[in-house]
């Protein structure tokens, strides 16, 4: 008897299932990615709701924000490292797509960033691209752009500066290494703009801060953050 159609796709499910980005377990009919327990539990931050929230904190005195923003708390062996960990080095980038569109969702009817003119991805060095083969800060900005419907603007801001890890630093040392690694091909473009800029995991804000202050250099430019994940 020859299989088509839906049953020849529930025949291969059955034999190769497809797993849960999360947990490792398999998904059932409907389920994309990530399990709906998963899903249900992920650690959402609710940031959206509170402008003083601890990202926005973090940037005080330092670059002049509208807002900013994380969709969910990353801890060491959590759902969102297990997430990120697939996302960012075993190629599933739809991953960073559906995680964009979970927090577009939720900044849709935000009146702060559904105002923002375009986003923009916080840029990877040439040869960091190439190897990785994609930009993670990308997928989460074409995510973010389905909802909020802005579009995403690569190769302006861009890295000039392969720096090295940032993980054993501390936040001076983190700022002083992303220091003159960020230049801008086409300032005017971006004038009068509002700017959501976009990364994966914000810790000490270095980077995130580095790339504003370049963005924040051209005149009546207003600049607001989003990411995937705050680590504590």
């Known amino acids: 008897m020859k299989l088509q159609g839906g049953y020849l796709a529930d025949f291969i499910s059955l034999l190769f299932p497809e797993l849960c980005q999360a947990c490792r377990e398999s998904l059932v009919i409907g389920e994309e990615l990530i399990c709906t327990d998963c899903l249900y539990n992920l650690p959402f931050t609710n940031f959206h709701l509170k402008p003083d929230n601890v990202v926005a904190q973090q940037f005080w005195g330092k670059i002049n924000l509208e807002a900013a923003y994380a969709l969910c708390y990353f801890t060491k062996g959590g759902k969102m490292q297990h997430l990120l960990h697939q996302f960012k080095y075993k190629g599933v980038q739809k991953v960073g797509n559906l995680l964009g569109n979970i927090a577009g969702d939720q900044l849709a009817n935000n009146p702060v960033f559904n105002s923002a003119d375009l986003i923009i991805p916080v840029p990877l060095h040439k040869s960091r691209l190439l190897k990785r083969g994609?930009?993670?800060?990308?997928?989460?900005?074409?995510?973010?752009?389905?909802?909020?419907?802005?579009?995403?603007?690569?190769?302006?801001?861009?890295?000039?500066?392969?720096?090295?890890?940032?993980?054993?630093?501390?936040?001076?040392?983190?700022?002083?290494?992303?220091?003159?690694?960020?230049?801008?091909?086409?300032?005017?473009?971006?004038?009068?703009?509002?700017?959501?800029?976009?990364?994966?995991?914000?810790?000490?804000?270095?980077?995130?801060?580095?790339?504003?202050?370049?963005?924040?250099?051209?005149e009546g430019l207003k600049l607001s953050i989003a990411t995937i994940a705050y680590a504590e």
């Open 134 to 218: 994609y930009n993670q800060s990308t997928c989460f900005a074409e995510g973010l752009s389905d909802k909020i419907k802005a579009p995403v603007v690569e190769n302006n801001l861009v890295r000039i500066i392969a720096t090295e890890t940032q993980t054993h630093r501390s936040r001076f040392s983190r700022f002083e290494n992303m220091k003159e690694v960020f230049v801008l091909k086409n300032p005017e473009a971006l004038i009068n703009k509002h700017v959501l800029l976009v990364d994966d995991v914000v810790t000490t804000g270095s980077t995130l801060e580095a790339c504003g202050a370049v963005l924040l250099k051209v």
